[in-house]
């Protein structure tokens, strides 16, 4: 069986991204924060990348990332349960930030729910720091844990 591929998110997708968010990242929350709608705003947006991991026509997981200045900010990063533990996170990650690097970006920025102990080592594992935590960020009830990563890379012998 041939790995997930990795594109940019198409309008119709959107639905099915949401979905995933509500069931993978926004379980337990009142409301829905990343409903059909704002996916869609994002897949419209120029200074967003939605980035979808597809295997046999199936979405296996997707990141909303925003391109700022000099940094961007992670939204969300899920991968379906029965495709977890495979590596295909660290692709995403990896895609984003060639992405960023290209676009000139030196750090990516995220948050998550401070008890999710597993998205905290898979973000430190890629070498991202803990900086913050931001009281009732979810909702005014869940404390978030902010992550950064500065992606510079050093070419020492390409400097004379």
Known sequence: MPGPTFRLARLPEADAIARMSRELIEAGLRGWSWDPQRVARAIRARDTVVLVAAAQDSLIGFAIMNFG????????LAVQPSHQRRGIGARMMAWLEESALVAGITTINLEL?????????????LGFRETAHIAGYYQGVETALR???DIRRWISDRIS
Request: overall charge positive; glycine content about 4%; charged content about 20%.
């Open 147 to 149: 992550m950064s990563r």
């Open 69 to 76: 200045d000099a940094s961007a900010h992670l939204s969300l």
């Open 113 to 125: 729910r401070t008890n999710n102990s597993a998205a905290r080592g898979f973000y430190r594992a």
